[in-house]
């Protein structure tokens, strides 16, 4: 909550999350996801693109570390499985974060065309959201790995680490069209408050 609140004000809000700490998730077990069959995200692979394994790539032992705790977190969330027999398979890529934690990646990207779909105008919304005293922004915990792969479309996702390799069984961060299909999702689900 903002620091200009007034006392009131933030005490009427942290009545409504109490009140309703059961529509909220705490940690990664309590999110159920998106119903599959409302939405999920497909990969729409280039015909002309084959296939590609890549071999493992030696890694540091801080990325290796972080990898190898990302994995763990993405199986507890059942949000990866592991995976035996697979054409598709890349190394992760790690990506340092603002806050100086490591983002775990896979690309697939140069094998997908771009979902053209159309995002928000930030101005439009900036607008109107002027003039108001209080207003609110909601944060979906882990948004794009609420939303599944289709099922046919989750080996194309495998990656390679020391141990084992793996496949994405949600939509994972920093996928080409992740952002078009969150945004679709997103128009979906509010589309009576968005008119």
């Known amino acids: 909550m903002g620091s200009q ?3 009131t004000d933030s005490n009427r809000v942290k009545c409504v999350v109490r009140d309703n700490r059961d ?3 705490w940690t990664a077990s309590y999110m ?3 119903d599959p ?3 999920c995200h497909r990969l729409a692979v280039c015909r002309d693109a084959r296939p590609v ?3 493992k790539r030696k890694m540091g032992d801080e990325k290796r570390k972080a990898a190898n705790a990302e994995v763990k977190k993405l199986l507890q969330a059942r949000f990866i499985r592991e995976v035996t027999y697979t054409t598709w398979l890349a190394n992760v890529v790690l990506v340092r974060k603002s806050n100086g934690k490591w983002r775990m990646c896979t690309d ?3 094998a ?3 979902d053209a779909y159309p995002l928000p105008c930030i101005d439009r919304l900036v607008d109107g959201a002027s003039g108001h005293s209080i207003f609110s922004f909601l944060d979906a915990y882990s948004g794009y790995n609420q939303i599944r792969m289709h099922p046919s479309d989750e080996e194309k996702m495998a990656f390679i680490t020391e141990n084992a390799n793996f496949c994405y069984q949600v939509m994972p961060f920093g996928l080409k ?3 078009a299909t969150y945004q679709r999702l997103m128009d979906r689900v509010f589309r009576e408050q968005i008119g």
């Open 23 to 25: 529509l909220f998730a």
């Open 108 to 110: 697939l990207n140069k």
């Open 32 to 34: 159920p996801g998106i």
């Open 177 to 179: 069209n992740a952002g």
């Open 37 to 39: 069959k409302f939405l």
């Open 112 to 114: 997908c065309p771009k």
């Open 53 to 55: 394994a890549q071999k």
């Open 5 to 7: 609140l007034r006392k």
